[in-house]
């Protein structure tokens, strides 16, 4: 097409005067086109005739482009830097500043020109991340799914928009904030349509509301739209019915990372031998104590949030398995216990993976009483030296105590806590006036004692010894108490009170001063004691008497001593084994969500595959565990995987031990091993796993000692080992047992005289 020069001008004044009012790229089109070429009259139109008049106008008046000096002094100071972008941010005071959105990088990240004084900045949103474009070391680009919709999402509603931006906070220069516009909240947009996930460590500077950002992200995943397409919903542990309920405290323990407190004893070694957990970890005393002011013999009220699984020690790094762990929010008052530990700085709130909905049901509430913490640099995040707890621990070192009783018994009444409960009247306290750590015994009683290592083997646990450990621990356990008199160390309360419910007997050795027997032995008003002269002719008079009872044989030690269980209870036994094995064939226990402790009771699985009472003795390791089968007597070295909490329903409350242990009476063990061994084969070869009938004679340091019968001919086991030569008589003095040392002396006189003649004999 060949134009005229008339023609070519025009189009060229055309595109300036395009070009300098709109900024805009001019483009000829069809119908430009054809006005062209209809000739120069459509150039000389009244529209460009009035377009000219206006021009011409604007020059006479010198407006605009044509101002005096080219209009230089409208050119924008735009700043691309902030020299303190902490500072700025702060300064702004969280309040609205209205910008304008100048680039989009990815759905929640935006470059944004602040008004009026022309601040360009990097904003990202709080609270959420979207997928987004990661840029590799050789320069090549990541494109994560969804990331050009959800940048094409936020970039269709605000680029070259007009918004309000509250700047938040400003963590490691990275500047976050919340874009407002008239139609909606970009970042709970983004959300609600499966566009981004929530993320915890911006979560809490989120200043509209945290709940409205989870309620957005579960409408996403509950829709399983976009990123949220393969979301698979936690299932639930428990029923609806059970997530809330009342309780009330009766222990607060404390937690704390067997890292964190490895490299402390690690770094204090040299210092002090003897790491306490409580007092040496900084804040945990703190902590502690603020737990149990606030909690201990209150009503709660906890709603379960989650239960976490059992993990072992692989999943750990090698770290000791955790077991199934039920995770709930307490409150008390309206108050929520965790979220008030987090804001005094004594608890610090743990991150989990994203991916990860197990969590508090408060969390958002945690993170944000943390971060207050933070910036007022309260407890574990302050910047003071970390309080120092010198205890004196005189618990189990009878020097220390000696010196120190004197101290005590000139202070008198003295105000203590229970820190922990040995046995029914055996306690250790913690006396914060005098700082320090003593083993109290309850004054005027005697209690029931437990199982424990003795140098003969383990002792079996007494009757009710169990029973009254429990009820002192629900009576005082980190309680604060007053000691009356620290003598002979009472209680006058407690003892009261465990005497009176059966649990303990009254015990006179203890009992020295009038104003700690008294007022026990009103509760032995009506007790008649007899006379001294009719018991001591009662003790001459005394015979032998046998009571023979049925019992069957389960286990055989080493050292000669036997396990037995009464025939009588026998059927108690064999229902309540039924019924347990019952019930965790119904419900089998989770593997490895059992941590062995030393002397909780358990279930084990024995080596026939059935599962067992009974108690855990030491633990050397997750693999190795030493258990001894209450209701049997023996013992085995097992797996923590072979092991579960035993069931409420049979624990030795509902039916006692079963197996008891006992010894030979009038029997010595023979002290070479292969004379014992011997012995050992002959009585496991005639009673193990038989009925015989048994008779307490005497008791002795670790278990009775006995005689034994067989249930058929009503002969006596022990004579039998001592007429065939493989024990020797043990003598005693006591005078109605002087005809069954005779019996026995007789037996083994006839042995070494026929052993005699035979050897004799032979030479």
């Known amino acids: 097409f060949l134009l005229t020069k008339t023609v070519k001008k025009y189009i060229f004044a055309l595109i300036e005067i395009k070009l300098k009012r709109s900024c805009l790229i001019f483009v000829v089109n069809s119908v430009v086109c054809n006005l062209i070429f209809t000739g120069l009259s459509a150039c000389f139109s009244p529209e460009q005739a009035r377009l000219c008049d206006l021009e011409d106008q604007a020059k006479a008046a010198k407006k605009g482009l044509w101002t005096e000096g080219g209009g230089a002094h409208t050119v924008r100071d735009l700043k691309y830097t902030i020299e303190n972008p902490r500072n700025f941010v702060d300064s702004i005071h969280q309040k609205p500043v209205n910008a304008i959105i100048e680039h989009v990088r990815d759905g929640c990240i935006v470059r944004a020109l602040l008004l009026p004084d022309y601040y360009l900045v990097t904003v990202m949103l709080s609270g959420i991340k979207c997928p987004t474009f990661k840029r590799e070391a050789d320069g090549s680009e990541t494109i994560e799914p969804f990331s050009a919709e959800a940048k094409f999402f936020t970039e269709s509603r605000l680029l070259q928009r007009d918004v309000q931006i509250i700047l938040e906070s400003c963590p490691n220069q990275v500047i976050l904030g919340t874009i407002l516009h008239p139609n909606g909240n970009i970042t709970e947009l983004l959300l609600k349509e499966g566009f981004a996930r929530c993320v915890d460590w911006s979560m809490a500077v989120y200043t509209q509301g945290a709940e409205k950002l989870r309620a957005a992200e579960r409408s996403a995943k509950e829709r399983k739209v976009r990123i949220w397409k393969d979301y698979v919903a936690p299932t639930a542990n428990m029923d609806q019915k059970d997530r809330q309920f009342v309780a009330k405290v009766s222990f607060c323990s404390l937690t704390y990372s067997v890292s964190i407190c490895a490299a402390f004893m690690e770094k204090n070694k040299d210092k002090d031998k003897r790491f306490r957990p409580l007092y040496d970890i900084p804040y945990m005393f703190e902590a502690r104590e603020f737990l149990r002011k606030k909690l201990i013999g209150k009503k709660v009220n906890v709603t379960v949030d989650y239960i976490r699984a059992a993990t072992s020690a692989m999943e750990t790094g090698g770290v000791p398995a955790f077991p199934e762990r039920t995770c709930a929010t307490v409150t008390i008052g309206g108050i929520n216990i965790a979220e008030a530990l987090v804001s005094k700085g004594l608890a610090t709130v743990i991150r989990y993976r994203q991916d990860d909905d197990q969590r508090s049901s408060h969390y958002d509430e945690l993170l944000a009483a943390e971060a207050r913490a933070i910036k007022n640099g309260k407890g574990l995040h302050s910047k ?266 049979f624990s030795t409350r509902t039916l006692l031990p079963q197996a008891t242990e006992y010894t030979f009476a009038f029997i010595q063990v023979p002290q070479d091993e292969d004379a014992r061994t011997d012995a050992v084969d002959s009585v496991v070869r005639d009673i193990q796993n038989t009925q015989c009938l048994l008779n307490v004679e005497y008791s002795g340091i670790v278990c009775p000692h006995v005689t034994l019968q067989f249930a058929d001919s009503k002969d006596d086991v022990g004579l039998g080992l001592v007429k065939e030569g493989l024990v020797m008589v043990d003598v005693r003095k006591e005078k109605h047992l002087q005809k069954m040392v005779s019996d026995k002396h007789g037996a083994m006189n006839t042995m070494y005289g026929s052993y005699r003649s035979e050897h004799s004999s032979c030479t």
């Not at 067992?612 to 013992?635: F, L, M, Q, T, W």
């Open 384 to 649: 003071k030296e970390v309080p120092i707890h010198r205890v004196a621990d005189i618990s189990g070192e009878t020097q220390k105590a000696k010196q120190f009783l004197p101290f005590l018994q000139r202070a008198g009444r003295s105000e203590a806590v229970v820190e922990y409960v040995f046995s029914g009247s055996r306690l250790k306290l913690y006396m914060p006036k005098e700082t320090c750590l003593i083993t109290f015994l309850l004054a005027g009683i005697e209690c029931p004692r437990g199982s424990r290592n003795m140098p003969s083997g383990m002792q079996v646990a007494e009757p009710y010894s169990e029973e009254a450990t429990i009820f002192t621990k629900e009576l005082v356990l980190q309680r604060e108490v007053r000691p009356l008199q620290i003598c002979s160390c009472h209680l006058q309360p407690v003892s009261v009170a465990l005497v009176f419910t059966s649990l303990h007997g009254v015990h006179k050795a203890g009992c020295a001063r009038p104003n700690t027997f008294s007022p026990l032995a009103k509760l032995w008003a009506n007790y008649e004691e007899k006379p001294k002269e009719e018991v001591a002719q009662l003790t001459e008079e005394k015979e032998r008497v046998a009571k023979y009872r049925a019992v069957y044989v389960t286990e055989i030690t080493d050292g000669l001593h036997f396990f037995a269980q009464d025939v009588e209870t026998g059927t108690k036994l064999e229902s309540l084994m039924e019924s347990m094995r019952g019930e965790i064939a119904a419900q089998p226990p989770v593997e490895g969500s059992f941590t062995p402790r030393r002397g909780d009771f358990c279930i084990a699985k024995f080596g026939d595959g059935e599962w067992y009472r009974a108690r855990i003795e030491k633990v050397e390791s997750p693999a190795k565990v030493h258990v001894y089968y209450i209701d049997y007597g023996n013992r085995e070295i097992l797996s923590s995987t072979r092991l579960a909490a035993l069931p409420p329903a």
